[in-house]
């Protein structure tokens, strides 16, 4: 019965949470709105077939996101020194990093955090044989790189999602 | 609203300005590295410096500043940025994908080939040169075969 009317329970809650922002209230009326929008809305995904996704590992989800924010912060002032800098030898490149994660909602959450990582750029993906290729502004070590976007964040990612 | 604002605070106005300053400051850093980066590989990291850290400082300030001039939480800027997060890679991508699409089309020696043209060798070198000959079925589905049958001759 409650998967039948709430099929994707935590997209559903995500809808009535952007609905309530953007409303900026929390007024019965807009939460019984908000609620009837949300459901519907994600009713709509039904059809889409799209794998259902179980909430886990919440202190791993939070300390991903402290690891990333940091890293953002970081990557920031990196790339801002190689933009104003006179730095020269600098080599940027190409590295392709094999995969294990095949989850879709894990792979489309590291395409976020590398694009979101200033000096990395999620390039290529192939499903097939599993890899990706991403572009490194300031490269020294490939293997520093694939080392860095598996441990730091594949083996997470998997923790999550799979 | 510029009255509201002579109304703020100075504990509230010096953080909101150096906030904004900061985020307006990594946006036009990344604006002057599109100039200054010389590849278009190297081009595309340097916006990303205003879409991350520059937008968040922005929208930090406006969340602080709003809530102390209204006397209640104004937190709808979290959209944006949830909103940025999702979308700025699907445009990163799609142009990274383009740029090398194209430059694998021209035979640009400086690109990764594409791999999997050779069952035999899944993953090879970036740095790998000569594609290997293939049979047409390795290709993958979405690579029309001019493309690929360019990269071989390149």
């Known amino acids: 019965m409650m998967a039948r009317w709430l099929p994707y329970p935590l997209v559903a809650a995500a809808l009535a949470g952007v609905w309530l922002l953007l409303n900026e209230t929390v007024?019965?009326?807009?939460?019984?709105?908000?609620?009837?929008?949300?459901?519907?809305?994600?009713?709509?995904l039904v059809r889409l077939d799209m794998p259902r996704i179980r909430p886990r590992r919440l202190l791993a989800i939070v300390r991903l996101t402290g690891i990333v924010?940091?890293?953002?912060?970081?990557?920031?002032?990196?790339?801002?020194?190689?933009?104003?800098?006179?730095?020269?030898g600098r080599t940027s490149g190409f590295v392709r990093i094999p995969l294990d994660m095949r989850n879709p909602y894990g792979l489309c959450a590291l395409a976020c955090i590398i694009t979101a990582t200033p000096g990395t750029v999620w390039v290529e993906y192939d499903s097939t044989d599993s890899w990706v290729l991403i572009h490194v502004l300031d490269l020294v070590d490939e293997e520093v790189w694939v080392r860095i976007i598996k441990q730091r964040y594949e083996a997470r990612l998997m923790e999550i999602f799979e | 609203?510029?009255?509201?604002?002579?109304?703020?605070?100075?504990?509230?106005?010096?953080?909101?300005?150096?906030?904004?300053?900061?985020?307006?400051?990594l946006a036009l850093t990344g604006s002057f590295g599109l100039l200054r980066l010389s590849s278009f590989y190297d081009r595309i990291h340097a916006p990303t410096l205003g879409s991350t850290l520059g937008i968040g400082c922005v929208l930090i300030a406006s969340m602080f500043f709003f809530s102390v001039v209204e006397t209640r939480p104004v937190l709808h800027e979290l959209l944006i940025t949830v909103l940025m997060v999702v979308t700025?890679?699907?445009?990163?991508?799609?142009?990274?994908?383009?740029?090398?699409?194209?430059?694998?089309?021209?035979?640009?020696?400086?690109?990764?080939?594409?791999?999997?043209?050779d069952p035999e060798e899944p993953v090879?070198?970036?740095?790998?040169?000569?594609?290997?000959?293939?049979?047409?079925?390795?290709?993958?589905?979405?690579?029309?075969?001019?493309?690929?049958?360019?990269?071989?001759e390149s």
């Open chain 1, 27 to 44: 007024s019965p009326g807009a939460i019984l709105l908000g609620a009837v929008a949300a459901v519907a809305a994600s009713r709509v």
């Open chain 1, 69 to 88: 924010l940091v890293e953002i912060v970081r990557s920031n002032n990196a790339v801002a020194r190689i933009i104003l800098g006179r730095r020269k």
């Open chain 2, 1 to 25: 609203m510029i009255e509201v604002a002579a109304d703020v605070p100075l504990w509230a106005a010096i953080p909101t300005a150096l906030l904004v300053l900061l985020g307006a400051g």
């Open chain 2, 88 to 117: 700025t890679p699907v445009a990163l991508m799609l142009l990274a994908r383009a740029a090398l699409y194209r430059d694998r089309t021209e035979g640009n020696p400086d690109v990764p080939p594409l791999p999997g043209l």
């Open chain 2, 124 to 152: 090879p070198a970036p740095e790998g040169g000569e594609a290997p000959e293939s049979h047409p079925a390795a290709a993958p589905a979405e690579e029309p075969a001019s493309a690929v049958r360019t990269v071989r």
